[in-house]
C-alpha cells in the first residue's frame, strides 16, 4: 500500500536551518511528483512546493523562494525539503503528497505530518 | 497568483441534512480543481478532482460540480463522519493554491 512518511521535525531557532525527509514506499516513485504542503498551527492549509517526477522542474509558494529547496533521490524513493534561515511564520505541521504530475492533477496519497516549530 | 475563496468558512448542519460548500477563484480554471476534508490531527483525504470526478472510495453523497470560477461541493445527506473541514485546492498552475477552508460542525 502506499506510504509516505515524513520526518526531521523539531524546534529550530529563527534563522536557523532543517531538513524534512519524506521516505514512500508502495507505488513506482519516480512515475510521481512530490509536493510538500504546510498547514499552521489551527489555519488552513498552504501549498509550500512541488518537484517533478523527474527532478528537473521545481516550483515554490512566494513566501519560501530563496530560503526552502525541494529535491529528490529516486534509489531512495526519498523527498526532501531543506529550510533555511527559518522565521517564526514556517511554524507549521509539513506534509509530503504524491500527485502524478506538477500541475493539473490532484494529491492522492499524503503522509502524517512532521511538526515543525520555529522560536527561541 | 489564482486565489480562492471558500464560503461560507463555517457551517452548523444536522444528520441527513444537504449541504453545499462553494469556491471561487479569481481567474478562470477550467475544471482543474480538486476537494479534500481534513479531521482534526490528520492529513487531508481526497474527496473530488477535475471538479467532478469521485475519488476511488469516496461515498457518493459527495459530489462536485463547476467549471471556469465557480464550483460547489454537495453533501447529499450529512452523515456523522463528515463533520469535518472541507479544502478546494486549484490545480490549473503550479502554483497549487488552496481555499481558506470550511469548518462543519454539529448542529
Known amino acids: 500500500q502506499v506510504q509516505l512518511v515524513e520526518s526531521g521535525g523539531g524546534v529550530v531557532q529563527p534563522g536557523r536551518s532543517l531538513r524534512l525527509s519524506c521516505a514512500a514506499s508502495?507505488?513506482?516513485?519516480?512515475?510521481?511528483?512530490m509536493h510538500w504542503v504546510r498547514q499552521a498551527p489551527g489555519k488552513g492549509l498552504e501549498w509550500v512546493a512541488v518537484?517533478?517526477?523527474?527532478?528537473?522542474?521545481?516550483y515554490y509558494t512566494d513566501s519560501v523562494k530563496g530560503r526552502f529547496t525541494i529535491s529528490r533521490d529516486t534509489p531512495k524513493s526519498t523527498v526532501y525539503l531543506q529550510m533555511n534561515s527559518l522565521r517564526a511564520e514556517d511554524t507549521a505541521v509539513y506534509y509530503c503528497?504524491?500527485?502524478?504530475?506538477?500541475?493539473?492533477?490532484?494529491?492522492?496519497?499524503w503522509g502524517q505530518g512532521t511538526l515543525v516549530t520555529v522560536s527561541s | 497568483d489564482i486565489q480562492l475563496t471558500q464560503s461560507p468558512s463555517f457551517l452548523s448542519a444536522s444528520v441527513g441534512d444537504r449541504v453545499t460548500i462553494t469556491c471561487r477563484a479569481s481567474?478562470?480554471?477550467?475544471?482543474?480543481l480538486a476537494w479534500y476534508q481534513q479531521k482534526p490531527g490528520k492529513a487531508p483525504n481526497l474527496l473530488i478532482y477535475?471538479?467532478?470526478t469521485l475519488q476511488s472510495g469516496v461515498p457518493s453523497r459527495f459530489s462536485g460540480s463547476g467549471s471556469g470560477t465557480e464550483f460547489t461541493l454537495t453533501i447529499s445527506s450529512l452523515q456523522p463522519e463528515d463533520f469535518a473541514t472541507y479544502y478546494c485546492?486549484?490545480?490549473?498552475?503550479?502554483?497549487?493554491?488552496f481555499g481558506g477552508g470550511t469548518k462543519v460542525e454539529i448542529k
Open positions: 503528497a504524491r500527485s502524478r504530475a506538477a500541475a493539473g492533477t490532484p494529491t492522492d496519497y
Open positions: 508502495g507505488f513506482i516513485f519516480s512515475n510521481y511528483a
Open positions: 518537484i517533478s517526477y523527474d527532478g528537473s522542474n521545481k
Open positions: 481567474q478562470g480554471i477550467s475544471s482543474y
Open positions: 477535475a471538479a467532478s
Open positions: 485546492q486549484q490545480l490549473n498552475s503550479y502554483s497549487l493554491t
